[in-house]
Each structure stands twice: as C-alpha cells, then as structure tokens.
C-alpha cells in the first residue's frame, strides 16, 4: 500500500521549497558584486530566515555556490533550447557565459576553491548545455571551423586571467568589456555581429 502522507507534510514541502528558492535568490545577488563571498549567517539574514534555516538546505558555502551556478546553468539552457524561436546565436550565449564570469566574481572564486572533480563536472555541463549551438553555428559557417568545443574551458580562463591579474586600482569596467569583445571576435567569422541577451529567468544573470 501506498503510504498516505502525514497530515501538514505539504505545507512543510512548500514552505521548505518556498526557503530554498528565497536563499538563492539572495544568494545569486549577494554573488553579483566585487567583494567577498557572503557568509552563510548573512545570506540568511538578508533572506529574512533563521541560520539553522539556510545551513539545512545549504551546509557550507560551497553547497550554495554550487547550487546558484547549477541554477544559472539551467537558466541557460533554457535560453540555448529558445535557439530558434527567438533567434538567439551561438554567439550570444557564449556572451551570456563569459558576461556571467564578469560579474559574479565572488561565484567564480568560490567556484575555483571546489574540489576539481565538482569543478569538471560543472564544465562538462555547461559544455553540453553550449554544444548543440556551437554544432549549429560551424555548420551555418558563423563560427570558426578550426575551433573546437574543448577549447572553450581555455577561452574562460584566458578571460580570467586577465580579470585576476594586474593592479588593482585598474578600471576593468569598459576595458574587460572590450576583451570579452576581443575574444569573442577570435571564435567567429563574421566579427562585427552585435549580440543579444537570451530571455531566462529572474534568476539568471543574462
């Protein structure tokens, strides 16, 4: 026989999912800025939630980066499977990718701290999530037929290397855009294509 459900387990389902979704939410903006990884204790207060709250679903920090970068892969992938209904290129998603390194730059931090395996597995899936574009895009002619989809992990971290490295009273705002811009123009045959943003979630950094 099929168990019945203890009487309030559903609201607690909901409230339970109801937490979860406020953290990354605030996680995912505590993540879009220059400074340090946000302290568990902090994400729950601006989350309006009890610590012991946020530590349930999230026992560390690196469970709720990984959880805010897996939220944002999804979130792409959406937007790579709107491909052809809204006209969205190869190009444009690989902006998204490399705008989302720019921006989050406590998420890509926390991120190079996970064990390699975690990191590999989320590269893995975010190539998978890029590779059907990427097919489309060389086919069309748009993209370099000398490129490889293996290559893209090498153009991520050429792209943070310049974001990591030299003086920091630099202005990177206007000059990373112009890299990203730069790097960009390296992958495709017709450079001069301007770009458009994928229509995703709220939670996405797009």
């Known amino acids: 026989m099929r168990a019945i459900p203890a009487a309030g387990s559903e609201p607690r389902r909901l409230d339970a999912r109801r937490n979860r979704e406020a953290i990354l939410r605030v996680a995912e903006d505590a993540f879009r800025s220059d400074g340090d990884v946000v302290p568990l204790d902090e994400i729950a207060r601006r989350a309006g939630l009890g610590r012991a709250t946020v530590y349930r679903h999230f026992p560390d920090r690196n469970a709720l980066g990984f959880a805010v970068a897996a939220q944002w892969l999804a979130d792409l992938e959406r937007g790579a499977a709107a491909h052809d209904a809204d006209g969205l290129t190869f190009r444009d998603l690989l902006h998204a990718v490399m705008s989302m390194q720019l921006e989050h730059r406590p998420l890509v931090r926390l991120f190079r701290e996970l064990p390699e395996r975690q ?14 574009a990427f097919r489309r895009a060389q086919e069309e002619g748009s993209l370099r037929a000398d490129v490889s989809i293996a290559d893209l992990p090498l153009v991520f971290e050429m792209l943070e290397g310049a974001l990591a490295g030299g003086p920091s009273t630099v202005d990177r705002g206007e000059a990373t855009e112009r890299l990203l811009q730069v790097l960009l123009d390296g992958l495709f045959s017709d450079p001069a294509t301007p770009v458009r943003r994928p229509a995703v979630g709220e939670a996405s950094s797009f």
């Open 119 to 132: 990191q590999r597995r989320y590269t893995e899936g975010l190539l998978a999530v890029l590779g059907p």
